[in-house]
């Protein structure tokens, strides 16, 4: 088959534009209207056959008409089985993202076979500095929201998932999870074992729940507390709420049957 290999692949200050049907600057991001200026690029070690696409990304900045990339460096590999990014690392002013990654190329995986996948993610980052992307609708749940740090580690191997850390903190609230989670694919037989979720609802939380509440009226901040093992047919449950207005707590488990749920918890 051809190869191809590139030792060093570099560009500076160059730009780039692509307009479908007309030549035109959208507010938003569009796919179809991109305008790319002060591109800069340094690529290494780039290898092209057949069955493999490798480089070393040691440097891109760019800039859109929202939004502009600072810095973005990662050795990147991918084959007819995964898609493999390391020690990524993005920068857009003061938000950050690193990365190392490790998932199946879904499209090439066979019947019977199991996916294997890896992710650590961290970082922080502001919504606002990302209005660029999103729509106002969107946009509007995050505009109080100021910096916010996340931190996305686990695995999933032979149907079975591992989240190691999810955790996700705004100025007045945060979420931090933890636990087995397996089958994710099936809803009929996922389950999950020693699930751990921690969360204080404050104003930026409760301003994404406000929709789904309707009319219901809840307190201004609330800590929750929950253990859960089970699947969609039989859970156990350990549910503790603390809130100004007062405390309440749950135990117990919830089975679903045909036509009815069957509950025996013990609540305080």
């Given amino acids: 088959g051809i190869v191809f290999e590139i ?35 340094s690529l290494s070690d780039i290898l092209i056959r057949a069955d493999t696409l490798a480089a070393g990304l040691q440097s891109l900045a760019v800039q859109l008409p929202g ?40 499209k090439s995986t066979k019947d019977g076979d199991h996916a294997h996948a890896e992710i650590a993610l961290q970082g922080r980052f502001d919504p606002n500095d990302f209005a660029y992307f999103f729509n106002d609708s ?15 580690e686990g695995n999933y191997n032979l149907d ?7 955790s996700l903190k705004t100025t007045n609230s945060q979420l931090y999870a933890e636990g ?27 301003r994404i729940l406000t929709p789904f509440l309707r009319q219901i009226n809840v307190p201004p901040i609330a800590t929750l507390q929950l253990k859960s093992s089970g699947d969609t047919k039989k859970m156990y449950v350990d ?30």
Avoid at 73 to 91: C, P, R
Avoid at 141 to 148: D, I, K, L, V, Y
Avoid at 183 to 190: E, G, M, Q, W, Y
Wanted: a neutral charge; glycine letters at 4%.
């Fill in 7 to 41: 030792k060093d692949l570099e560009l500076k200050d160059d730009g780039f534009s692509f307009h479908q049907d007309q030549v035109t600057e959208t507010r938003k991001f569009d796919p179809a209207h991109l305008s790319l200026k002060k591109i800069q690029l």
């Fill in 67 to 106: 939004f502009s990339l600072t810095h973005a460096k990662a050795e990147m590999l991918m084959n007819h089985n995964q898609l493999v990014l390391s020690d990524l690392h993005l920068t857009s002013g003061s938000n950050e993202l690193q990365a190392n990654l490790n998932v199946p190329n879904l």
């Fill in 138 to 152: 969107i946009m509007n749940q995050f505009s109080t929201w100021g910096p916010t740090e996340f931190v996305v």
């Fill in 160 to 166: 079975k998932g591992k989240i190691k850390t999810l």
């Fill in 180 to 206: 087995m989670v397996n089958d994710v694919s099936n809803l009929k037989t996922i389950n999950w074992k020693d699930l751990v979720v921690n969360a204080t609802i404050g104003s930026d939380f409760k």
């Fill in 239 to 268: 549910v503790k709420a603390f809130t100004p207005w007062g405390d309440a707590k749950a135990m117990g488990q919830i089975i679903r049957q045909a036509n009815n749920m069957d509950i025996d918890i013990k609540l305080t």
